[in-house]
């Protein structure tokens, strides 16, 4: 049940800061800088930071899961996987293979979350985490 509110509310604020980021994102990046140019480039981002805001608001609860019952070694992998080998590896390929450029970048780090997230999701749904002894259990 924590779960499920905890995805309610992550996911709730994820549609927030997508519709936020979709409508009004020069006014955000206003409160950061005046020049247009930036201003423009921050709406791009701001469109491709949506798939993040979603896999974040996924991600959070079914991964809150591993921490919470002490998986460390998944932990490790799922935190590898996304902060490390898949927001490189993604990043790298798109902005030099594809040679998408900064773009490419902005598309790897929001992608990077995706195998971590559907890791998280599974674990949680193979119930594998009830069976899983207490540290103090040994």
Known sequence: KTVYCALAISMGMAVLNSAL?????RAIYRIFSSD????????????ISVITFMFGGLMGPYNAVIT?????ALGFVTGMLDGVILRIGISVVLAKVFDMGVIG???????????PTIIAIIY???NHWQKRKLLSEG
């Open 36 to 47: 247009a140019a930036v201003i423009e480039f921050g709406v791009t981002y701001m469109r």
């Open 21 to 25: 980021a979709l409508l009004i994102p």
């Open 68 to 72: 919470g019952d002490g998986n460390a």
């Open 124 to 126: 949680f749904y193979s």
């Open 105 to 115: 970048y902005f598309y790897g780090s929001a992608f990077a979350r995706t195998a």
